[in-house]
């Protein structure tokens, strides 16, 4: 079984400064992570992705994530928030199993808010 | 190139009544899967289609299903509808079951009443 725990529905910074939202995993396999992002009213759009490669992801839009097995984590950061950066942002866990990439299992999400 | 199209955006059903949902996915994506947004029980995996075939299955009852066609496109169903089954309705695509790459269309909110 996988899931994924998101420490804080509700994260606000100030433009211009630190975004760092928190993901826990907990996989009784090797997983496959991602972070994807939603504007009202949109589905989620693919902002990064951990397949076993290199631990430090970049992802779109200037976000980046680090995998760290010691600490089941895989944290979102951005240097420098953006008003645009304000949505709702999901971490999602996958087996890294033949045939299981595509069911995703969530988090509960992460309300940004990017505040002047 | 057009991303994941899904029909209705929009759609009130009420109690007891079936609802089938529509999704196309990128061209030259075959595999399709489904998730349902609720607030409450947030994002959770329906099922996922590969070459006409259901791949894998999420934990929800025999009233929702779904199928393929060999154009790739996607339905689903919901028989018996049910005021629980109101939810923001997902469909994503990707280039095949191993490509651990999906995109998402825009949803099918659908209102039981």
């Known amino acids: 079984a996988q899931s994924v725990t998101q420490l804080g529905s509700h994260v606000s910074v100030s433009e211009g400064a630190l975004v760092l939202l928190r993901c826990n995993y907990s996989s009784s396999v090797p997983p496959y992570l991602f972070w994807y992002v939603q504007y009202p009213n949109q589905g989620l759009q693919l902002l990064l992705k951990y397949t076993s490669a290199a631990t430090l992801v970049k992802g779109i839009n200037g976000f980046e994530a680090e995998f760290k097995k010691s600490e089941t984590s895989f944290h979102l950061t951005k240097p420098s928030a953006h008003m645009s950066d304000a949505a709702e942002y999901f971490c999602?866990?996958?087996?890294?199993?033949?045939?299981?990439?595509?069911?995703?299992?969530f988090g509960t999400g992460t309300q940004l808010k990017v505040e002047l | 190139k057009a991303g994941v199209t899904q029909t209705p955006r929009y759609l009130i059903k009420t109690r007891g009544q079936q609802v089938t949902l529509s999704c196309s996915p990128i061209?030259?994506?075959?595999?399709v899967s489904w998730y349902q947004q609720t607030p409450g029980q947030g994002l959770q995996f329906l099922f996922e289609y590969f070459s006409e075939t259901q791949r894998n299955k999420g934990n929800f009852p025999g009233r929702f299903s779904g199928r393929q066609f060999s154009n790739s496109r996607s339905e689903m169903n919901v028989s018996t509808l049910e005021l629980g089954d109101s939810a923001l309705y997902l469909c994503?695509?990707?280039?095949?079951?191993?490509?651990?790459?999906?995109?998402f269309g825009p949803g099918t909110r659908l209102t039981v009443t």
């Open positions: 061209s030259g994506h075959r595999s």
């Open positions: 994503a695509s990707s280039l095949d079951q191993y490509s651990y790459e999906q995109y």
């Open positions: 999602a866990v996958s087996p890294q199993v033949t045939g299981g990439g595509n069911k995703l299992t």
